[in-house]
T-cell receptor, first 113, second 111 residues
Framework: DAGVIQSPRHEVTEMGQEVTLRCKPISGHNSLFWYRQTMMRGLELLIY????????DSGMPEDRFSAKMPNASFSTLKIQPSEPRDSAVYFC???????????FGQGTRLTVV | TQLLEQSPQFLSIQEGENLTVYCNSS?????LQWYRQEPGEGPVLLVT?????EVKKLKRLTFQFGDARKDSSLHITAAQPGDTGLYLCAWSGGSNYKLTFGKGTLLTVNP
């Protein structure tokens, strides 16, 4: 398996623009996580899906952020409109079951100018 | 409130030295995971500890889970430059079983 695949690897956008980050989890994994990593706040969980259903979105910063998982092999994280404070590395991870190892993608480095 | 407190936040040592990093909480964990993250990459699982008092070894890395399952430590013997990275502890639990990370210890091993 190729592992968790995220795209794009880097994204530079202007403030106010819509940004969509994409994730393909490992086939057969039931749980999918979106994280945001910054020096100040570390690795923050934004939202967590189990069997394509959002279980906990309490980490989503505000209404500008939304996430979907239309099927078991694809998820998106959208920011609209984007702001400079959204600049961070966004990671997607998947796991076979809850409590088991999480496999991370290589991340998307987002810069909002 | 940070559920998982990791210390120290930064650690810079010379090759060959020993070191210990810590992960503490006021909560009891059913299990705890340790990950290492290298620059430009996502975190990778090193070990999961489950039983209070458990000790697991991974080559030069020794992981210990506290008897009360509230804390854990990672000890590295004879550190090498390849050990450089961000060491994260994580917990999966609560009503929603979400995987929550500490802020990590950034380790630099100088040749």
């Amino acid at each position: 398996d190729a592992g968790v695949i995220q795209s794009p690897r880097h994204e530079v956008t202007e403030m106010g623009q819509e940004v969509t980050l994409r994730c393909k989890p490992i086939s057969g994994h039931n749980s999918l996580f979106w994280y945001r990593q910054t020096m100040m706040r570390g690795l923050e969980l934004l939202i967590y899906f189990n069997n394509n259903v959002p279980i906990d979105d309490s980490g989503m910063p505000e209404d500008r952020f939304s996430a979907k998982m239309p099927n078991a092999s694809f998820s998106t994280l959208k920011i609209q409109p984007s702001e400079p404070r959204d600049s961070a590395v966004y990671f997607c991870a998947s796991s076979l079951l809850v409590h088991t190892e999480a496999f991370f993608g290589q991340g998307t480095r987002l810069t909002v100018v | 409130t940070q559920l998982l407190e990791q210390s120290p936040q930064f650690l810079s040592i010379q090759e060959g030295e020993n070191l210990t990093v810590y992960c503490n909480s006021s909560s009891v964990f059913s299990s705890l995971q340790w990950y290492r993250q290298e620059p430009g990459e996502g975190p990778v699982l090193l070990v999961t500890v489950v039983t209070g008092g458990e000790v697991k070894k991974l080559k030069r890395l020794t992981f210990q889970f506290g008897d009360a399952r509230k804390d854990s430590s990672l000890h590295i013997t004879a550190a090498q430059p390849g050990d450089t990275g961000l060491y994260l502890c994580a917990w999966s639990g609560g009503s929603n079983y979400k995987l929550t990370f500490g802020k990590g210890t950034l380790l630099t091993v100088n040749p």
